[in-house]
């Protein structure tokens, strides 16, 4: 699979240090999205902590999301073979924000780790991820612009990826006194919205696991593309689950256009609309569709 994109995270971090040469520029890795990296950084000598608190286990540290000093007042610290490994295994992925902050490396990790802390509108207590970019570009849109400026106040500037592979720039007003209060508190509408907005991924991540190698056969940004369209699809013809898109999806990836001609399409569709609920009956019909368009 080729990527529209490589990020070239070395020049990336180098240019927002000299941009901002009186600021620190911080990497924020989520290692459970990103294979590899441990084992990576076991090798370098960087300043980095983790934003889990008293976290000591070898298992724990593996996954929890790590903060990395990558460059001190206008000077690269961050090893550059550091840099060109994440460029090669982290520009396909949601897994690598940075941000631009004047704050020291524990200070942001104290800011940075309140922020993990979120209560849902019935007040069910939850881990916030809003280091993988799919949650923080969600979480942007929204936000009012108050709760936008206290969140992400803790830096200047925050550089992640965008669904096309290119990286996006937010500039915010830096607060030196922390205007965020824990936990992030979400109302019903803003869960609703934020279910919405990772229904996509949640489609992607079925996929990838039913059909790896189909989806494969395109790049990241492609995979995501294709599949929203093909989810407003779904949702237009009146299929409501994540299940029942999915199985849209598939279907649609695997055969093409020509399975819309089959009379079974029809048998199908009303599996899907009524919930998927008769799995077993669905899919029979799913594979008697494809020995007839093969």
Known sequence: MNNISSIDFCNAIQSAAVDSPDQNVYLLLDQAGLPGVYQELQKHSVPRVTLF????????LAVAPVLILAAERGVLIAKKRLLHWLSRHASDTSSAIFLVSPLPVEVMRMRLSLRLEAELSEEASAIFRFYDSRILTA??????????????????????????????????????????????KLHANQEFAFVEASEVDQVLDLLRTVIPRKMKECSVPEQFFRVKDLVSKAK???????????????????????????????????????????????????EDLFLRCV
């Not at 093409?256 to 008769?278: H, N």
């Open 139 to 184: 979480l942007i849109s929204i936000l009012d612009e108050v709760e936008r400026e206290a969140f992400l106040g803790v830096a200047s500037t925050w550089v992640y990826p965008e669904r096309s592979g290119q990286l996006k720039t937010t500039r915010i007003k830096f607060n030196l006194d922390d205007a965020f209060v824990a936990p992030l």
């Open 236 to 286: 237009f013809e009146g299929i409501e689950s994540v299940l029942g898109c999915s199985i849209f999806c598939s279907i649609l990836l695997r055969g093409g256009s020509k399975v819309l001609d089959s009379p079974l399409w029809i048998d199908i569709m009303k599996e899907l609309k009524s919930g998927a609920r008769d799995m077993t009956r669905l899919d029979d019909l799913i």
């Open 53 to 60: 608190d008293d976290t000591t286990e070898k298992s724990a």
